[in-house]
């Protein structure tokens, strides 16, 4: 490693040299105390006694749900663990993949990223709730997937539909750059992003013949 | 004690359904209580546990934050308001584009649906060291460890250090300030309107805080002064992937034209200081010109001057020269 | 006229399942009771754990149990453990709560006190390299079953090399091999290229972590695992929990991706399973994607030198390659492959290789997808392209002069190959390009954006031979598949199927695969690794098919008069001179005949694994059970020509994919629009190692940043190129009936080196030999401002 520039107010306090004994050939390491601090700074972990009135009635895929609900619980958490309604999958809990993608109102949202509490009074759509639930007739969007055979593991295929469902039912005359935008809240690992894009082309033909 | 990054500790939810009974509820819980909008940037703090409020506001059923509205010949704009509705709002995007622009670039489309426009201008910083939870300046601790010579500070700032070397990670922001925005903040006490450009704050005002609000303090509305509408406008956001991330750098900037002259100029720049920065003597330099490629190159000369890098981050300088070099170039012939 | 079925598109069985939320993974499985396991993670690099005081957790109300690592397994040497006292990189399981919900169980975790001794760390192969470095272990780092542990260093003599950027040609290391005169090679060579290149790490992050529910039931485990590999994950996990593999209930319908990361299943499935026996009660270990960034395994970086020879016509004639492995605290084998890989790819006759894994304090390493190829595909094709600029030779031409043909011996022992068709795929992606025109479009200039073309030609391992095949048709008439192979979402589960079938004389309706559940039985299979499964089980299958075909005449035969051979099927049925019967009818005849006609009498070389699986099905029908004794000498290996044009924005760095034209050759093609899903989705992972993915520690706590899923940056849909075309030479491998090769891996490697090719093109020919090449490197490059950390400096970022 090359000399480095000093930088910054720190280096008045702590020379370089301290730094490079940290972590120098010989391998020095750095005293326990300073990485137990790496928690948080507030004391215990006794849960607080909430007020929040908990038993909730949602509307889920059309149906009123009545279910007992924690304050802290995200929708996805709810859906998976209280409803059995295990389509949405969790694949970050952060808001960075979208494999936990619903429709809150007919618009996308993660639902790892909402709390149930939030979505009182709103129609909640998952995956399950998509195809015609008399029939088992396939919505448009499950149609055109089929037909045009996408996603490989499929784990974020639940997801990706459901953006899928919320941007043809919004713009059925989308072109294949706005179908990228639209989607690209919805990762795929396995990459099969250029046959989901045929896939979403095809559902907005489908929603326009229907 | 041992740390454990996953479920969101117990807290009490309030879901006030007014400005009145919010504040009323924020002051009297103190530093107790953490303001819930959109949630893209409080849950991650409360999934990682590092943040624990023993009570959290949802501001989500409070109407009168919701909607925009014409106002004074300009746009009000709730702070509740979603990204998503600011992109596809008429009037802004045909008068006031920048803002429809910046609010497009923010992370993905789900996050633009539930994401609102006054998150997005508080959100804290994403230094990865703070987020961590380690406890620096900007935690209530004493030491900096992205400035360290050896830490990994690529996407830390390059000019506004004072201690803390963290950048402000919002697009909207620079747009807001190219636009001139005021911004309305209300307490118990009365509301006050700040510019943009002053809304957020430097670590040397306050080493904790991205922004003027303190505890009890809630942005309610932003407003968009008629005078920079139908400008010629300019935003662009470099970053790794085309989708999720954060800027590198990002510069938002709108040029009243006369026939081929700038008649006057408002550019901000993202990603290279704890807040966004106006460069108010770039504005000086460009105007009266046509934009020409040497006024371009002193622009972004001008811009970066006095910047200093940490180890990491070099390429934000030329990056922050070009991307203003690139705005100014945007309005010539 | 029955259906062809090779090499047309269909409906693959489990898709209905996938769109409709059906498909279930491991963690969409419930139990009554059942109670959830969340880990607690090392805080520090390396350290040992002098005392965990869990009494206060303990005492939470709804905390069940508390797992230390004295109750799990712990391997000798340098072995992973489920849960370990010691520590080898920060973020590695120290122990298990298990409680009643989650909230509970992480709230419990707060509660431990761990009293931590911390030891010696590092991060970076070099620096443990050299004289008096760090090792990741205090016993040394080099373990070996035979010796034990010892210490390996390069001299001060060689750091002077390195450190002054020279080759360093005196180096000792652990592996080395070499054949024909690299030095004599070197010495006659017109133009040498001479380059120290990094590839940087890269985690696997499948998009379903590795969850794991477990419970017992009057002795039986069943076990709800994300898995690539079904029945060798069986028979490993029953290993690994000293149990017999018939009392095990494996249920593995759903992988979400793994990339190599879960191939025999992994280290973490057995926690749930053993806390569940300990507890009497159904565990559901959830793991998170933060655990994931941990526990899920990633690509080894390579730090290496390397030294190519070239004729003035452009041949390679010598590699002299070097390539120090960080191999993180439990090993990996990327650099072996990636060396035989060089050797194959460019056939230099001439060769040399030194080899130095070291265990490095950082999240664990394994295989991911074209393990070690596609490092190498990413690192050496620039310098073929560098080549070409010197000696002034087409770039495409310089490729095909290296590229194998079908008399190659590669790698230390000369191995040979089934097939080779590599030069027939560059040339027809050259075409389907347009090349020709394209070419000159190299460093054209339009505003602030250059215009660069990339090449990149790719190849990994391809198949594998020996297992078995096991189906039945039944008095339904229908034909039933046992698969032993995972699901990963490669279709292969079906596709390997679909040749028998075709053979059989079947329509695909009439066709079940059964896969997924061992208790449903399953033949000894290979892992789901290597790409391998469309050659092996294509294969197993045919044979398999082919006893029924035997079987199904002769009942012909018997029951309807004639001679066998005189019998042909079609459409489900038996046809020849007595007449016909139904497939539903010669499955009742088989039955009643018994022997080998319904499985009760076996054949003498299927695998001992398959014995149960057959056996279950016993006198249920028309049975086809065969091992694959097709033979066949030389490895089996799959080719991908990748072509990119790119446009590389000047001022800031950025790059755009405009297309991607790729063609392959993998032998027959079975199952067209998955081949081409599979060309495009392994080139996309290959970009994603060129462009955006790396780790990132802080050296001062070895400490990783990165460690999320938005800042591990694995490509989005805005990154990929906007157009793609694909093709496929479409020649059969002769040494296999049907001829199909696997195509997973080569892809990688291909859009890495399309890349890396394509920025090096766009800017005059400089390649920056590191990965990830994302703006600010880009951009730093173009302004001519100095690289902030060590040339060869690994995680960072």
């Known amino acids: 490693m090359g000399d480095v520039e000093s930088v910054g107010i720190l280096e008045k306090q702590h020379s370089r040299r301290t730094f490079i004994k940290g972590v120098i050939a010989t391998g020095a390491t750095v005293s326990s105390a300073s990485y137990l601090f790496r928690g948080t700074s507030l004391l215990g972990a006794a849960t607080v006694q909430t007020s929040t009135e908990r038993m909730l009635t949602l509307n889920v895929n059309g149906q009123q749900r009545r279910v007992d609900v924690l304050p802290n619980e995200t929708l996805a958490m709810t859906l998976r663990y209280k409803l059995n309604l295990t389509g949405t999958k969790l694949g970050c809990d952060r808001a960075e993949c979208g494999a936990c993608t619903v429709l809150i109102d007919g618009v996308n949202h993660y639902g790892c990223s909402i709390l149930t509490h939030q979505v009182r009074g709103r129609a909640i759509t998952t995956i399950e709730g998509l195809e015609n639930p008399d029939t088992g007739e396939l919505s448009v969007v499950q149609q055109a997937v089929l037909e045009q055979g996408g996603f490989q593991c499929a784990f974020c295929a639940p997801g990706f539909i459901m953006s899928m469902t919320a941007m043809v039912s919004q713009n059925p005359s989308v072109t294949r750059e706005e179908a990228r935008h639209a989607l690209s809240g919805n990762l795929c690992r396995c990459a099969d992003y250029d046959k989901i894009l045929t896939c979403a082309m095809r559902a907005a033909e489908l929603a326009r013949s229907v | ?262 008649e006057q100029a408002r550019i901000a720049v993202n990603g290279v200081a704890p807040y966004p920065v106006r460069l108010e003597a770039v504005e000086r330099l460009v105007a009266g010109t046509s934009g020409d490629e040497a006024t371009q190159n002193a622009a972004g000369d001008l811009a970066v001057r006095g910047a200093r890098a940490l180890r990491h981050n070099d390429y934000k300088i030329p990056m922050m020269r070009n991307l203003v070099r690139r705005a100014v170039r945007s309005v010539s012939a | 006229m029955a259906d062809k079925l090779v090499g047309t598109d269909y409906s693959a069985p489990d898709l209905r399942a996938k769109i409709t939320g059906r498909a279930r993974y491991a963690e969409d499985f419930r139990a009554p009771g059942m109670v959830f396991t969340k880990l607690l993670l090392s805080p520090m690099p390396h350290c040992r754990v002098r005392n965990a005081d869990v009494s206060r957790a303990l005492a939470l109300p709804g905390v069940i149990d508390v797992m230390r690592a004295s109750e799990v397994p712990q391997p000798e040497g340098p072995s992973e453990a489920v849960l370990t006292d010691e520590p080898k990189y920060e973020g590695e399981p120290i122990l298990a709560v298990t409680a009643v919900d989650e909230e509970t169980a992480a709230a419990a975790i707060e509660l431990i006190e761990l009293d931590l001794e911390p030891l010696p760390f590092v991060l970076d192969p070099l620096q443990s390299l050299r004289p008096g470095g760090p090792n990741a272990y205090l016993d040394g780092n080099q373990f070996s079953g035979q010796d034990g542990w010892s210490e390996f260093k390069w001299t001060a003599e060689d750091f002077a090399d390195i450190d002054a950027g020279r080759f360093p040609a005196n180096v000792t290391a652990p592996v080395e091999w070499s054949k024909g005169d690299v030095d004599a090679a070197l010495a006659d060579a017109d133009l040498i290229i001479d380059e120290a290149i990094v590839h940087q790490s890269a985690t696997h992050h499948p998009m379903e972590p590795r969850s794991t529910m477990a419970y017992w039931e009057n002795g039986r485990l069943h076990a709800f695992v994300s898995t690539q590999s079904a029945q060798r994950t069986k028979m490993g996990m029953a290993g690994a929990l000293d149990m017999d593999p018939e009392q095990l209930s494996f249920v593995a319908e759903f992988c979400g991706g793994g990339f190599g990361s879960k191939i025999p299943g992994h280290a973490h499935m057995t926690l749930a399973p053993l806390i569940s026996r300990k507890i009497g009660r159904p565990v559901m270990h959830r793991v998170t994607r933060y655990e994931e960034n941990y526990i899920g395994r990633a690509r080894p970086g390579f730090q290496s030198w390397v030294r190519m020879g070239f004729r003035a016509d452009g041949k390679c004639t010598a590699i002299d390659l070097i390539i120090a492995q960080d191999s993180g605290p439990y090993g990996a084998g990327d650099f072996n492959t990636a060396a035989n890989i060089a050797d194959l790819t460019y056939t230099p006759g001439n060769m040399r290789f030194r080899g130095v894994p070291m265990y490095t304090n950082t999240p664990p390493k394994a295989a991911q997808r074209g393990p070690g190829g596609a490092q190498i595909n990413g690192m050496l094709e620039p310098l073929i392209d560098k080549a070409a600029r010197e000696l002034n030779l087409d770039r495409v031409a310089i490729r095909l002069l290296n590229a194998p043909g079908p008399d190659v011996g590669f790698g230390p022992r000369n191995g040979t190959l089934t097939s080779v068709f590599a030069k027939e795929a560059l040339q027809k992606a050259a075409d389907m390009f347009d090349w020709e025109t394209r070419r000159t479009r190299s460093g054209q200039r339009n505003g602030s954006k250059v215009t660069g073309l990339g090449i990149g030609l790719s190849t990994y391992t391809a198949g594998s031979r020996g297992f078995d095949g096991l189906m039945v048709i039944r008095p339904d008439g229908k034909l039933y598949v046992y698969q032993g192979i995972g699901n990963l979402g490669t279709h292969s589960i079906s596709d390997t199927a679909r040749p028998a079938a075709e053979l059989l004389g079947l329509n695909w309706d009439q066709v079940e695969i059964v896969w997924g559940d061992s208790s449903r039985g399953m033949p000894n299979s290979s892992v789901q690794a290597g790409s391998q499964t469309t050659h092996a089980h294509t ?71 398959t014995v149960p699986s057959a056996t279950m099905h016993a006198g249920t029908g028309l049975m086809g059970v065969a091992r694959d004794n097709y033979g066949g000498e030389g490895s089996i290996y799959s080719w991908l020509a990748a072509f990119t044009e790119i446009s590389l924005d000047v001022e800031t760095g950025e790059v755009e994919v405009i297309d991607l034209v790729a063609c392959t050759d993998c032998g027959t093609v079975i199952h067209p629009r998955s081949l081409g899903a599979q060309c495009f989705g392994g080139s996309v992972q290959g970009m994603g190692l060129a462009m955006s993915q790396r780790w990132v520690f802080d050296p001062q706590y070895g400490v990783p940043f990165a460690n999320r899923l938005y800042t591990a940056r694995p490509p989005t849909i805005k990154d990929i190129p906007t157009n793609y075309t694909w093709d496929a030479v479409h020649i059969p491998d002769p040494t296999s009936p049907i001829g199909a090769k696997g195509i997973g891996e080569p892809s990688v490697g291909a859009g890495s080196a399309m890349m890396t090719t394509a920025i090096a093109d766009a800017m005059g020919g400089r390649c920056l030999c590191r990965t990830p090449l994302t703006p600010d490197m880009i951009l730093a490059e173009l302004e001519g401002r100095p690289l902030p950390f060590g040339r060869l400096d690994q995680h960072v970022g």
């Open chain 2, 1 to 262: 004690m041992a740390t454990i990054k996953d479920m969101i500790p117990a807290f009490d939810l309030l879901q006030p359904t007014s400005v009145a009974d919010a504040l009323s509820l924020l002051s009297e819980h103190g530093s107790d209580a953490w303001v819930l909008a959109g949630g893209l940037d409080t849950f991650d703090w409360l999934k990682d546990r590092v943040k624990r409020p023993r009570v959290v506001v949802d501001l989500g059923a409070i109407t009168e934050l919701q909607g925009i509205r014409d106002a004074q010949g300009g746009i009000e704009i709730g702070a509740m308001t979603t990204l998503t509705e600011i992109v596809n709002h008429q009037r802004i995007r045909s008068e006031f584009s920048v803002l429809s622009t910046a609010a497009d670039h923010v992370a993905t489309p789900q996050i633009r649906n539930q994401g609102t426009l006054g998150g997005n201008v508080s959100q804290d910083t994403r230094c990865w060291y703070y987020r961590s939870g380690w406890p620096c300046y900007r935690a209530g601790g004493n030491v900096c460890y992205a400035s360290a010579p050896n830490a990994m500070n690529r996407e830390h700032c390059i000019v506004g250090r004072s201690r803390c070397v963290a950048v402000n990670p919002s697009d909207t922001a620079p747009a807001l300030i190219a636009v001139d925005a005021k911004m309305v903040v209300e307490n118990r006490r009365r509301p006050s309107t700040y510019d943009a450009e002053d809304f957020f704050i430097g670590p040397s005002i306050d080493i904790t805080r991205m922004t003027v609000m303190e505890p009890g303090d809630l942005l309610t509305r932003v407003y968009v002064p008629p005078i920079w509408a139908n400008a010629s406008f300019y935003f662009e956001k470099v970053r790794d992937r085309g989708s999720w991330d954060f800027q590198l750098v990002s510069v938002a900037a709108a040029f009243r034209m006369s026939g081929s002259t700038i």
């Open chain 3, 539 to 609: 294969r197993a299958n045919y044979a398999a098919a082919e006893d029924a075909l035997r079987k199904i005449r002769a009942i012909a035969a018997r029951t309807l008069g004639g001679n066998a051979n005189a019998y042909r099927v079609d459409n489900g049925r038996v046809m020849g001179p007595g007449g016909s019967m139904t497939y539903a009818q010669v499955a009742e005849r088989a039955i009643a005949l018994g022997g080998e006609f319904d499985g009760h009498v076996l054949p003498e070389g299927i695998n001992a694994a």
